[in-house]
Each structure stands twice: as C-alpha cells, then as structure tokens.
C-alpha cells in the first residue's frame, strides 16, 4: 500500500519521560514506572496497527508531543511508523491537527487511537477502516469505559467534533456523538473497550494478561507481549502487587494513609 492511499491511524503519543507521562497511574507506579508502561503501551499498540494493516490497507502513524521529543519516537519506534507533530495546549486542536495530516498525505481516511488500550482487539482497527472504506460519509467511534473514546475515524476533518468539548471528563465520547449529530454526520459506534490511566484499569490489565478477566467474550484481545513482560519484571522485582492491592481496596487504601 503506498502512503497516499487507505486508511491512516494515528496514535496520540506523547514521549516517556518521567512525571510527563502516564501520571495518573502515579501512585501505585512510581514516575519512572509510569514512563515505562507508556513505552510499553506505545510498542504495543504500534503492532496491534501493524498486524490490521496486513488485513487491511492501513498505514501507522504516531501523533507525537513534545515536538522537542521526536528523537524519542524515531529511536522507540518501527521505522514504518510515520510522525506527525500535534502539540496544543487544548487536545481537541491535537486530535484535528493528525487527522488533517492524515489527509494532507493522501489518506482516504483517518482515525485518531489512544495510546493506553495495550491489548484492544486488533479486529476493531480493521472493522475501523472497512467502515469508512463504504461508501457515503461517517464517522467511527470507539467508546471507552471512562466515557472518553479510544478511536475516532472519519472521512472527512470536521472541525466541529473537537470543539465544545470537555476533554479528559467522562461526557467526551457523549460529546462528540452530539456534534456530529450537529452537522448530520452517522456514526458508527464500536464495542466498548477500556483505557489504562489508573489503578483499576492497571489491575484489569493485569488480570486480563493472566487470562483471569475477559473483557469482551466476542472479541480476541490483541497480544500485549511489551506490557506483559513489563508487568512480569515489576510484579516479580518489586512490590507492585501490594501496591495495587492498597490503590484498588479503599479500606486498605484508607489504612494506609
């Protein structure tokens, strides 16, 4: 497939440095743990891309931050991933600056993917891009646990789904499905699948790699090998399990404070 063709999926990425990255997983990580899941997360959901895109015509990209940072994205990832600088102060304007890139490189379609759902089934990115692939404009929405979305794909860059909307609140997906009703665009909603930004999400994770937790039955998660091994080596080196007992017990928690 060459670049000026299908699908384009950008990650919204931001660089792993410590007390920059991941902070809502501090505590029970410490910062330097926290800026490990994220290198963790980031190889991992640039090969959930990569194995859509032997299924599909769909290209990789990481929508990167700081823009001082991309050293850090050319030395942490494949070199087949394509960069794009979108740092804003609000992260509407971020969202919107990769998807207009995205079709500024000749893509047909474009869809923005969260960066902390490690082990979101790959057949979701491929169902992504066969959807906006038919014919007639839409928009595909991924919606997340918290009320955010992990992916959105669109056809076209309307401005007006980024715009009066609160960001990092549980209304975002919401949100968005009202402006695009707004401005008569269908939406094709996914199943629901879960964001790793605090201790909960940090414990499903863990519990799903175990094969203790199924979070959705009909789909196949997407193998995590980066963040597996990552939870391994702090569960088997340090006191993570303890730390994550007291995060995800309140009494516990309350005991310890």
Known sequence: ?????????????????????????????????AADFNTAFLKDV????????????????AAYGPPETVAFFTSTLMSSVGLIEAWHPNFGDCLLT???????????????????????????????????ACAGDCAVLGPSRDGGYYLLGLKTPYRRLFEDVAWSTEQVAEQTRARAAEI????????????????????????ELDGVAIVD??????????SSALIRRLLDQTDLAMRLEIACTPALQRAAE
């Not at 999926?9 to 920059?20: Q, V, Y």
């Not at 009909?218 to 995590?224: E, S």
């Open 1 to 33: 497939m060459s670049a000026e063709s299908g699908c384009g999926i950008a990650i919204m990425a931001k660089a792993s440095i410590p007390g920059r990255a991941k902070t809502r997983l501090v505590p029970p990580l410490t910062f330097a743990e």
């Open 98 to 132: 990769a998807i207009e890139a995205m079709f500024d490189r000749g893509h047909s379609a474009a869809v923005v993917l969260n960066s902390d759902s490690p082990t979101l089934p790959t057949a979701l990115l491929t169902e992504t891009a066969r959807l906006l």
């Open 184 to 207: 008569g665009l269908p939406v094709h909603v996914l199943p629901e699948w879960y964001d790793v930004d605090d201790a909960q999400s940090l414990q499903l994770l863990r519990s």
């Open 217 to 226: 039955p009909d789909l196949q998660p997407h193998t995590a090998v980066h």
């Open 46 to 61: 640039v090969a959930n891309i990569a194995a859509a895109a032997r299924e599909a015509p769909i290209r990789g990209y």
